[in-house]
Nanobody, 126 residues
Framework: QVQLVESGGGLVQAGGSLRLSCVAS????????MGWFRQAPGKEREFVAA????????YYADSVKGRFTISRDSAKTTVYLQMLSLKPEDTAVYYCAAPRDTNYSGTRRPGDFGSWGQGTQVTVSS
């Protein structure tokens, strides 16, 4: 079982940037994959980004492609979401999540992710 703790959220003006962090414990994921989701008030949780480090493939929602980047540290215990050129519509609670299938191949359904953090709030003002 993986325990995940997100941080790095906050209030930022449109056009600004933030970097979210997700610290994982309980299982190393050197050959695994991780993802980020977000949920705005009154909306369903939606896929943002994910990566399978074993395959070297990244996946991004169209709405964030070119602005957000998923990465991890050299110790392979922290996953990041670098967010640039933020827009008010990026406002949401952001969650990191570990896919149930360690051979992750790009699914974007929240139900296919089995471990979740508590979330970190990102608010982008216009």
């Amino acid at each position: 079982q993986v325990q995940l703790v997100e941080s790095g959220g906050g209030l930022v003006q449109a056009g600004g940037s933030l970097r979210l962090s997700c610290v994982a414990s309980g299982r190393t994921f050197s050959s695994d994959a991780m993802g980020w989701f977000r949920q705005a008030p009154g909306k369903e949780r939606e896929f943002v980004a994910a990566k399978n480090w074993r395959r070297g493939i990244s996946y991004y929602a169209d709405s964030v492609k070119g602005r957000f980047t998923i990465s991890r540290d050299s110790a392979k215990t922290t996953v990041y979401l670098q967010m640039l050129s933020l827009k008010p519509e990026d406002t949401a609670v952001y969650y990191c999540a570990a896919p149930r299938d360690t051979n992750y191949s790009g699914t974007r359904r929240p139900g296919d992710f089995g471990s979740w953090g508590q979330g970190t709030q990102v608010t982008v003002s216009s």
